[in-house]
């Protein structure tokens, strides 16, 4: 099946650079897919760009093995 007819999740990991005041997101699964901007929705969007080309260039197979299987975050304290 073509991989573009699927539709495929991914997690992206989202951190803020205070010295530099930008956003810096990238894909675990896909090391290649990384990118940086001054907001959350400019982060998406050029992830979102920079995740298509990189899928453009895999296999199906290479594709299914980065899919995401995040589940969720947990804040734990301890005293």
């Known amino acids: 099946m073509d991989?573009?007819?699927?539709?495929y999740q991914f997690t992206a990991h989202i951190e803020y650079d205070?010295?530099?005041k930008m956003y810096y997101g990238?894909?675990?699964t896909l090391?290649?897919?990384q990118s940086y901007a001054s907001n959350?929705?400019?982060?998406n969007k050029?992830?979102?760009e920079v995740l298509s080309l990189v899928l453009d260039e895999?296999?199906?197979?290479?594709?299914?093995?980065?899919?995401s299987h995040f589940?969720?975050?947990s804040i734990l304290q301890v005293s």
């Open 40 to 43: 959350i929705d400019e982060l």
């Open 71 to 73: 589940v969720g975050t």
């Open 26 to 28: 990238y894909i675990p």
């Open 31 to 33: 090391p290649s897919v």
């Open 18 to 20: 205070a010295e530099s």
């Open 58 to 67: 895999l296999s199906l197979e290479e594709v299914e093995e980065a899919v």
């Open 3 to 7: 991989k573009l007819l699927q539709k």
């Open 46 to 48: 050029n992830l979102s």
